[in-house]
């Protein structure tokens, strides 16, 4: 099995910034891709940003593109979220995910592993 856990969430004014964090163990996957989800009160869980392995190919989705960054660092297992000029509507449960390819990787369903999440809140 492999354990998920985020860390970085908090309250932050629009226009400010946070990193999440999201560090991997147990059976971890040699060559995983590592993704970011959220979900807000009401909604849908939603496809944020996702990275492989030696972080050649990262994936963004179209309200976070500019804002959003991933990066990982496979030493330490970990996948980071840096957020920068935030909106009121980035307001969600922030969740990493973890699995072994790209195969539908914008579709919550594909993924196997999760984590508990963190909450981020932008006030406006």
């Known amino acids: 099995q492999v354990q998920l856990v985020e860390s970085g969430g908090g309250l932050v004014q629009a226009g400010g910034s946070l990193r999440l964090s999201c560090t991997a163990s147990?059976?971890?996957?040699?060559?995983?891709?590592m993704g970011w989800f959220r979900q807000a009160p009401g909604k849908e869980r939603e496809f944020v940003a996702a990275?492989?392995?030696?972080?050649?190919?990262?994936y963004y989705t179209d309200s976070v593109k500019g804002r959003f960054t991933i990066s990982r660092d496979n030493a330490k297992n970990t996948v980071y979220l840096q957020m920068a000029s935030l909106k009121p509507e980035d307001t969600a449960v922030y969740c990493c995910?973890?699995?072994?390819?790209?195969?539908?990787?914008?579709?919550?369903?594909?993924?196997?592993?999760w984590g508990q999440g963190t909450q981020v809140t932008v006030s406006s």
């Open positions: 995910a973890t699995k072994e390819d790209t195969l539908g990787v914008f579709t919550p369903r594909a993924w196997g592993y």
């Open positions: 147990g059976r971890t996957f040699g060559r995983s891709v």
């Open positions: 990275i492989t392995w030696s972080g050649s190919s990262t």
